[in-house]
């Protein structure tokens, strides 16, 4: 049996008109929400999983670890880039035909990256993992607002979104635990990511229903594709949402990369408290964002936007100032973590419930794709600005008189305040932003 279930994709009106309500009604959403969770789940983990096992791999390649430093974000800006084309070519061809092909590749060149033998070998199929997986958030989220019906599409995003957290909670607690196994192999977790995606490839294949085209006489050159985007931000709706979704990922971009590091080195929790922190936080996350779904279809989700977007920021500047005794930063990391992860979850399943409720089938790709290259360099970004403020504070420190040499991390304080500070400014546009063209089901 295939699943389908009707949207507003304009080639499907008279059917709309026909079945529509029996559908939204009758029609289960779970078979369609759960494989574009596992597409969205194959993006995040396969990202999340190389930070962990830098160790392991350098070891393996008998490579500095300092030369893998840019692998994840190497990995982050390509696929932002790719995503972005991808876009157009899934309003062009079809959701379903740029999953399906999107998944089996990533399989393909996640394979090949394990299979990597040098630095060189390492990077190139690292890059080529990413063209292939570039496609596939923008696509599920975009496949969100094609098969589900409006009433019922929060808790579609709801489910999609914890594909995030349920990264955090399988990637890295297992990358962190498998990085100190004497005798493991690193390549093994990739060739389980190769084979999931693989597996993901043939369900879609097999059990989604392929929708006529959204916008099958959409022109995939550079010129045109370039004016698609530049036309879409021309509506003040979408320009704000993009706005939005950059700032908030650069925000997260500065405060996250180093707060693992922080943890440990300025507060000294142990690499098995951070797995704790990390692991019981994406369990209480995966859980909001259900909840979360179930609210975006019968409240107004911008509200809800800023008030998880205050809580995301509290929760990131108390965590500086909680008191340092080994007993009380662990709890304090672990309320933190729960508190920041949860209101994540809730700004992002509102967020893109929303941008996608601001489209129709014909652009709803290509929008969605610049969504996901904004994540992507809006991460990239940020992790840049963390480190160069780090960079200048210890600069600045280390040249004062009587300044000694510290393993602690200099200046994260201040990188925790830029990135409350942009938070704050996306509160601040999402408060204004147009309301969208539909409003969820009361």
């Avoid at 080529?128 to 995003?157: F, W």
Wanted: charged fraction near 10%; aromatic fraction near 10%.
């Amino acid at each position: 049996m295939q699943y389908c279930i009707i949207a507003n994709n304009p080639n499907h009106s008279l059917m709309k008109q026909a079945i529509g309500a029996q559908l939204s009604v009758q029609s289960s959403i779970w078979p369609v929400a759960s494989m574009l969770f596992l597409v969205a789940f194959i993006s995040y983990a396969n990202n999340m999983l190389v930070a962990p096992l830098l160790t392991k791999v350098a070891l393996a390649i008998a490579t500095p670890i300092e030369d893998l430093g840019y692998l994840v974000t190497v990995y982050g800006l390509t696929m932002g880039v790719f995503s972005l084309v991808a876009g157009p070519l899934s309003d062009k061809f079809g959701r379903k035909r740029v999953i399906v092909v999107a998944t089996l590749a990533t399989a393909l060149t996640t394979l090949l990256f394990s299979l990597s033998w040098n630095l060189a070998s390492l990077y190139t199929f690292r890059i080529l993992n990413a063209i292939a997986a570039g496609p596939l958030l923008g696509s599920a989220l975009a496949a969100v607002g094609d098969y589900i019906p409006q009433e019922r599409r929060g808790r579609a995003m709801g489910l999609v979104t914890s594909a995030l957290f349920m990264a955090v909670v399988a990637a890295v607690p297992a990358g962190l635990t498998l990085s100190r196994m004497d005798g493991f192999d690193w390549r093994t977790a990739f060739h389980f990511m190769s084979l999931l995606a693989l597996a993901a490839g043939i369900v879609v294949l097999v059990r989604l229903e392929q929708l006529p085209a959204p916008n099958p006489n959409i022109r995939i050159r550079l010129a045109p594709v370039f004016a698609g985007f530049a036309q879409l931000l021309r509506v003040a709706p979408l320009r704000g949402m993009a706005a939005i979704f950059f700032l908030i990922y650069v925000a997260s971009g500065i405060y996250i990369v180093y707060f693992p590091s922080w943890l440990i080195l300025n507060r000294a929790i142990s690499v098995d408290g951070l797995i704790f922190v990390y692991f019981f936080g994406g369990v209480f996350a995966f859980s909001a964002t259900q909840l979360a779904g179930h609210c975006a279809d019968r409240v107004n989700r911008r509200k809800l936007a800023i008030v998880a977007s205050a809580c995301v920021a509290v929760s990131s500047i108390g965590i500086l100032h909680a008191p340092t005794t080994a007993a009380s930063i662990m709890y304090a990391a672990l309320c933190s973590g729960i508190v920041y992860m949860s209101g994540e979850s809730f700004r992002l399943t509102m967020l893109q419930t929303e941008a996608v409720s601001l489209t129709d089938a014909r652009n709803r790709g290509s929008f969605m794709g610049m969504i996901g290259f904004l994540i992507a360099t809006g991460s990239a970004l940020g992790a840049g600005i963390g480190s160069l403020l780090l960079a200048m504070t210890k600069q600045f420190r280390m040249a004062q008189p009587g300044a000694e040499a510290s393993a602690m991390l200099m200046g994260y304080e201040y990188s925790t305040y830029v990135s409350a500070a942009l938070i704050a400014l996306s509160m601040l546009l999402i408060a204004r932003g147009a309301r969208p063209q539909e409003q969820p089901a009361k």
